[in-house]
């Protein structure tokens, strides 16, 4: 391709012909979960664009979210644009910092400038915490990254019943509420029907690209009503069964070799007869639901291609339906969760407190996700799952591209390998545009993807994309003309393993996967010079593309103390316009001694609501007012909930309401003594014996004056907020000089010592 100058053109104009362009993409789903892959979950929408179109079977992530995310929309490797973890777990080193340069343009920038109308609507994960403040810079939002339009939510998840909604820069409530039969998925795609026909109707040449990467089918495990009961009993097997099922399918549909065999089980993993009664029934409602998840979602996005095609567009779309950004999740742990939460911080569910809530399961008081059984099932025939970016359950997913007028092997399957910085250089090759050496006046650096077209056209096309590397949290491996050579340093479910080999003592293992397709038959011991030969290639593309130093830690990388992300101070007053505001940008009140200080004005004695409150119904604190009572309460991650009130009644007018919590001490996620006052007057008291150590939410926020999104507390009085029914004037948050600063070594040991 020749490289050609981009720059802000308002009158530039698509090559005639040029296809529109639909990116999907879906959330933590492993490689044989769909049923277009051989999986359970019925997906007939994916069925009937691969029927129509071409599947992909050897087609790679790069095992997370926001790397998978940035690589998409770049076409260069996740470490390259800074985004070798995801945005929250990002750290102050090259290659890390979720930062990515302006010499790396996306692809929706490249697409704008020659003409195509760009839309965004979903999940947009490569936003660096440090923006995502009502401050800006909104350099990495999406309307800066080359989206003309945007409505979803920047984060790792969401809940799907009241989403943390963002359009264009500004946060805003969701249209209605789960009891109205509201749905996120619904929503976006209702979101972008809507913006695709109002291009068509006021410009009927402009080609346009759509992206519609889903918060689904990622936790928490949310789906309406009348969905929830749609698989009810058809995992009784066990994900044992469900292996075999699915190899044999796979088998059927040709996505794998007639000899290709099930990969290697994952060590501490339990298998289904050894779980008992009550296990076995949580296992199979947790799997059911997430079934019902995939499909409800697949379901969206089949009324998406019905409207393409009632508005004569289908043909002349290029459709990437990418069925995952990384392999099936394990982060459920062993047992399953009705939160994840837990898990995050370091903590196991357990059943019993999975059977007590069971019929909340899917529906918006949980945060459901399955275990880690069905995880590795929902990836067969390959070993391990998400994170785990050496194999290939981690990183090979499913693809399915329509695109009538480009393709003309329909229901075909490809066998070439690809990855996923192969998509942006592939829509530009379709598209007749340019890989550009200048965008906005800056240079580009190369996109390091190869263009997938020719095997879009041609089944005998030769193989394109020879070498890749893979990292992720340690975990790495390297491709290379069929061989993978491999070595897993961290188990996805242990997060709070802090023993981790040192990296020389990592075992490798070889693989000839021109042989061996699923990675079953380690080789290593008979070919140690190719071993060889392999680890010094992976540690020449680490070096090129800002893998090294590698980086294996984990939870310790949520607090900012021990990332390097730049920490916010230690006092902030806000006002009742300050909402929305994420964890990272407001005053770390976990592990410390801290003082909230309301400044309102009650309008009577029975004065009620939400003074301010941080996270929501499955982690967080707030101080609010009950029918005139000030109160403190502590969430801990959904499994209880401590108030604290004052005696007496706040008098109408202006005051000030405290809280003052003198914490313990001696590690993180101790106790404290919670003191509630009026007027500087100690009016209540109470203790907290443990409390979140690492984080209250990955979804909700701090609030000023209401508490929004779903409720810390259970004793709010009034729905949507619980908004105070006076005046705040001012909340200041100050955290003590106590906070505990634990180094690497000794932060998860503190909260496993405690918990």
Same mark, same amino acid.
């Given at each position: ?636 991650? +959904? /499994? *209880?909930?401590? !108030?604290?009130?004052? $005696?007496?009644? @706040? &008098?109408? %007018?202006?005051?000030?309401? #405290? ?20 007027? +500087? /007057? *100690?009016?209540? !008291?109470?203790?907290? $014996?443990?409390? @979140? &150590?690492? %984080?209250?939410?990955?979804? #909700? ?55």
């Amino acid at each position: 391709m020749n490289r050609e100058e981009l720059t802000v053109s308002p009158g530039a104009r698509a090559p005639k012909g040029a296809p529109n362009v639909l990116v999907v993409l879906l959330d933590d789903m492993g490689f044989g979960a769909s049923s277009v892959f051989g999986g359970p979950c019925r997906m007939p929408t994916a069925e009937r664009l691969a029927s129509g179109g071409l599947t992909y079977s050897r087609f790679h992530t790069t095992a997370l979210c926001s790397p998978t995310r940035s690589s998409l929309l770049t076409g260069r490797n996740h470490h390259s644009v800074g985004m070798g973890t995801t945005t929250n777990l990002s750290t102050d080193r090259p290659g890390y910092d979720a930062m990515r340069s302006p010499s790396k343009a996306t692809l929706a920038r490249m697409l704008n400038l020659n003409g195509y109308a760009t839309g965004a609507f979903g999940k947009m994960h490569q936003t660096p915490n440090a923006e995502v403040t009502p401050a800006g810079p909104f350099t990495h939002w999406p309307t800066n990254e080359g989206f003309e339009k945007f409505y979803g939510f920047i984060g790792g998840e969401t809940d799907q019943f009241v989403p943390n909604l963002i359009e264009g820069t500004a946060y805003i409530d969701p249209p209605a509420t789960e009891a109205e039969g509201y749905h996120f998925s619904e929503d976006l795609v209702n979101q972008a029907r809507n913006w695709i026909r109002g291009v068509r109707n006021f410009d009927a040449g402009r080609p346009w690209f759509c992206y519609l990467p889903f918060g689904a089918t990622h936790a928490p495990f949310q789906v309406p009503r009348s969905w929830r009961d749609r698989y009810r009993g058809e995992f009784s097997h066990g994900w044992d069964v469900q292996r075999d099922r699915t190899l044999a399918r796979q088998k059927e549909l040709g996505i794998v070799p007639s000899d290709a065999e099930l990969a290697p089980w994952a060590e501490g993993a339990p298998h289904w007869d050894e779980l008992d009664a009550d296990e076995k029934r949580v296992a199979e409602r947790l799997m059911e639901t997430y079934a019902a998840f995939a499909e409800h979602t697949d379901a969206q996005v089949g009324r998406l291609v019905d409207a393409l095609e009632e508005l004569g567009e289908l043909d002349n779309t290029l459709i990437f339906y990418i069925l995952g950004d990384n392999g099936a999740s394990c982060e459920g742990g062993i047992e399953g969760t009705l939160n994840e939460m837990l898990r995050l911080n370091g903590l196991p569910d357990t059943t019993e407190r999975i059977l007590e809530h069971f019929d909340e399961i899917g529906g918006p008081t949980a945060a459901a996700h399955y275990n880690v059984g069905w995880a590795l099932a929902m990836d067969t025939p390959y070993q391990w799952a998400k994170q785990v970016a050496s194999h290939y359950g981690g990183t090979r997913n499913g693809l399915v591209v329509h695109w009538p007028a480009g393709i003309a092997d329909r229901g075909a399957i490809r066998h070439h390998w690809h990855h996923v910085i192969d998509v942006a250089p592939t829509i530009l090759e379709a598209a007749a545009l340019p890989q550009p050496r200048s965008v906005d006046g800056v240079a580009q650096d190369r996109i390091e993807g190869v263009s997938m077209l020719e095997s879009l056209r041609s089944a005998d096309a030769p193989e394109q994309h020879l070498t890749q590397y893979f990292e992720m949290h340690g975990n790495r491996g390297i491709y290379h003309d069929g061989w993978t050579a491999v070595t897993k340093h961290r188990t996805p479910w242990t997060v709070g393993q802090i023993e981790l080999n040192a990296f020389e003592d990592d075992r490798w293992e070889l693989y000839d996967t021109t042989t061996d397709w699923t990675q079953a038959r380690d080789i290593a011991a008979e070919h140690p010079e190719k071993l060889e030969e392999l680890k010094r290639l992976f540690l020449e593309e680490a070096e090129k593309y800002d893998v090294l130093p590698l980086d294996d830690r984990f939870l310790e990388r949520l607090l900012p103390e021990l990332s390097g992300r730049e920490l916010a101070p230690s006092t902030m007053t806000l006002v009742p316009s300050m909402r929305r505001l994420p964890e990272d940008a407001v005053p770390n009140v976990k592990n410390a001694s801290f003082t909230v200080t309301a400044v309102i004005v009650a309008d009577g004695e029975d004065s009620d609501g939400v003074l301010v409150a941080q996270g929501g119904r499955f982690g967080g604190w707030a101080l609010f007012v009950d029918r005139g009572r000030p109160t403190y309460v502590h969430n801990y991650m +959904g /499994v *209880e909930q401590t !108030h604290v009130a004052g $005696e007496g009644v @706040v &008098p109408p %007018g202006e005051h000030t309401v #405290e809280v003052r919590f003198d914490y313990d001490g001696g590690g993180l996620g101790r106790g404290g003594d919670v003191t509630v006052l009026v007027d +500087g /007057v *100690e009016t209540g !008291h109470g203790r907290l $014996e443990r409390t @979140v &150590p690492f %984080g209250f939410s990955l979804i #909700e926020s701090l609030n000023v004056g209401l508490d929004w999104g779903t409720p810390v507390s259970e004793r709010y009085n009034r729905d949507r907020g619980n908004p105070y029914t006076g005046e705040v004037r001012t909340v200041t948050i100050a955290v003590g000089d106590d906070a505990v600063q634990p180094s690497e070594d000794e932060a998860l040991g503190a909260i496993l010592r405690t918990h």
